[in-house]
């Protein structure tokens, strides 16, 4: 189901990550997803920066999101896997800066440096790609089941908010709503770039 106002938009994707993030929800609210924030937490290896990796390896050529993890896996000798939960906000705010752009090809959205982004990747050095596996994000706190539910909680009561600005609103005042949506996207992806 693609939205004809926004190719490249997939409704079903979209819900899925949403489940694969946060697990079905049960009567208590916790999500028992199967790769959920704590799996992540537990691969023990540094992040690294995951905008410049992208960067550097859409130096060469146009890319899909599985073929950038990859490359950079390659890259980095296997020292480091960016995950999908932090390549996708990467990508979508070096979208928003004008440096990266996409199109659907096939099933797959593939992505390319714009000419601004090639000046700043020409700039970008493979050393910010660790060379080692380290341990690093192990010392980070896990996020709690409370945080998930929460965070579970808040993107429902978002969903029923807008559910009801498109049942409701004027034309005025959802244009007004898409620009707010639009503006707190872009802050959560920054807040997800954020060392």
């Known amino acids: 189901m693609r939205s004809s106002s ?8 979209a819900v899925n990550s949403l489940r694969e993030t946060f697990g079905p929800l049960t009567a208590t609210g916790a999500g028992s997803g199967s790769r959920g924030a704590s799996d992540r937490s ?6 690294g920066d995951v905008r410049s990796a992208i960067l550097i ?5 146009p890319m ?8 950079v896996e390659t890259r980095s000798a296997g020292a480091w896997t960016p995950s999908p939960g932090s390549l996708y906000p990467a990508l979508q705010l070096l979208s928003d800066e004008g440096l990266v752009s996409s199109a659907q090809v ?4 593939v992505y390319s440096l714009t000419d601004a ?20 994000r192990a010392q980070e706190p896990r996020r709690d089941v409370q945080t998930t539910v929460d965070l579970a909680r ?3 009561r978002f969903a029923q908010a807008l559910t009801q600005v498109g049942h ?6 959802s244009a007004r709503a898409i620009a707010v949506v639009d503006e707190a996207r872009r802050k959560l992806y920054a807040i997800l770039a954020e060392d």
């Open 117 to 136: 982004g090639r000046l700043v990747a020409e700039q970008t050095t493979d050393s910010t790609l660790p060379t080692e596996p380290t341990h690093e």
């Open 6 to 13: 926004s190719p490249g938009f997939d409704l079903r994707d």
């Open 168 to 173: 409701s609103a004027t034309a005025e005042q």
């Open 154 to 156: 808040s993107g429902v």
């Open 106 to 109: 096939g099933e797959r959205k």
């Open 64 to 71: 899909h999101a599985y073929q950038i993890i990859r490359a």
């Open 42 to 47: 537990r691969d023990g290896r540094e992040r």
């Open 57 to 61: 390896e859409l130096r060469d050529e």
